[in-house]
């Protein structure tokens, strides 16, 4: 199976700021890379998809990159309502892994 | 609106079996591969199962392979996960989601039917 591992498992950050969390392959999954905010007491929601695609209806200040086995979710501008988990997926191969999640709170 | 809604969680002991169902609407059902991932309260993401459109193919994770079944009826816009020899550690919110695309995404998803195995 395809391991997935992010970093940080957790982060705080202010209003405003530039946010990056990462996400690494164990094996290459060329662009098969998903990224989902997951809020507090509600289902997961679609952000990225292949890598860098943006989900219709996600803010622009969310941008996703990378390719093989190193990604990353960048928020631009962070805003009190990016409060939230945040999980990267591969869905190169089954099982389509998760990694562990990101929490990222707001100073 | 696209709405997945899932049902028949509920408490069961160890060994024991439970039928999870999804009831999908606002959407051509047959048009999507489907999928359940799961979630132990406080904890992360656990991608469980997936199907495909017709049902013709099917996938499961390591630790539910053998026990857990995934089905579907299209003319019921519905989707299953049976799941049998139940043990404490299949405790988990589960939900059932919509494959977008080839790449594997899941754009909607539903909030969940609560699974606790117990004696």
Excluded at chain 2, 64 to 73: M, Q
Excluded at chain 2, 76 to 81: A, E, Q
Aim: proline residues 4%; charged residues 15%; hydrophobic residues 30%.
């Amino acid at each position: 199976d395809i391991q997935m591992t992010q970093s940080p498992s957790s982060l705080s950050a202010s209003v405003g700021d530039r946010v990056t969390i990462t996400c690494r392959a164990s094996q290459s999954i060329s662009s098969y890379l998903n990224w989902y905010q997951q809020k507090p007491g509600k289902a997961p929601n679609l952000l990225i998809y292949a890598a860098s695609s943006l989900q219709s209806g996600v803010p622009s200040r969310f941008s996703g990159s990378g390719f093989g086995t190193d990604f990353t979710l960048t928020i631009s501008s962070l805003q009190p309502e990016d409060l939230a988990t945040y999980y990267c997926q591969q869905s190169h191969s089954t099982p389509h892994t998760f990694g562990q999640g990101t929490k990222l709170e707001i100073k | 609106e696209v709405q997945l809604v899932e049902s028949g969680g509920g408490v069961v002991r160890p060994g024991g079996s439970l039928r999870l169902s999804c009831a999908a609407s606002g959407f051509t059902f047959d048009d999507y591969d489907m999928s359940w991932v799961r979630q132990v309260p406080g904890k992360g993401l656990e991608w469980v199962s997936a199907i495909n459109w017709n049902g013709g193919r099917t996938a499961y994770a390591d630790s539910v392979k053998g026990r857990f079944t995934i089905s579907r009826d299209n003319a019921k816009n519905s989707l299953y996960l049976q799941m049998n020899s139940l043990r404490a550690e299949d405790t988990a919110l589960y939900h059932c989601a919509r494959v977008y695309s080839s790449y594997g995404n899941l754009d909607y998803w539903g909030q969940g039917t609560r699974v606790t195995v117990s004696s």
